[in-house]
């Protein structure tokens, strides 16, 4: 069992930065892939980002790349989601998401509860 707590969101400028983390409980946390994923208003919940469990493979929306950046920590079992250039349209519910490697999607892993981020214009 993993439990993913997610912080850091807040309210920042268009072509500001922010940074959200990811804390996650249990001892196996450099075994799983860690996701971010966000949610809009009235919009479905859309893919941000994956790590891989070493941090030596990532992938991004084409929608962040080159502004986003995700990382982790595993001695410290955090992940963390850096967040440059933001847009309004970069405002969202973001979610961290785990899944172990020998699973295909994030779906049937584990969930945080979100971190609200909000760009103004």
């Known amino acids: 069992q993993v439990q993913l707590v997610e912080s850091g969101g807040g309210l920042v400028q268009a072509g500001g930065s922010l940074r959200v983390s990811c804390v996650a409980s249990?001892?196996?946390?450099?075994?799983?892939?860690m996701g971010w994923f966000r949610q809009a208003p009235g919009k479905e919940r859309e893919f941000v980002g994956r790590?891989?469990?070493?941090?030596?493979?990532?992938n991004y929306a084409d929608s962040v790349k080159g502004r986003f950046t995700i990382s982790r920590d595993n001695a410290k079992n955090t992940v963390y989601l850096q967040m440059n250039s933001l847009k309004p349209e970069d405002t969202a519910v973001y979610y961290c998401?785990?899944?172990?490697?020998?699973?295909?999607?994030?779906?049937?892993?584990?969930w945080g509860q979100g971190t609200q981020v909000t760009v103004s214009s």
């Open positions: 790590i891989s469990p070493s941090g030596s493979s990532t």
């Open positions: 998401a785990a899944r172990t490697t020998m699973a295909t999607t994030f779906e049937n892993g584990y």
């Open positions: 249990g001892r196996t946390f450099s075994s799983y892939t």
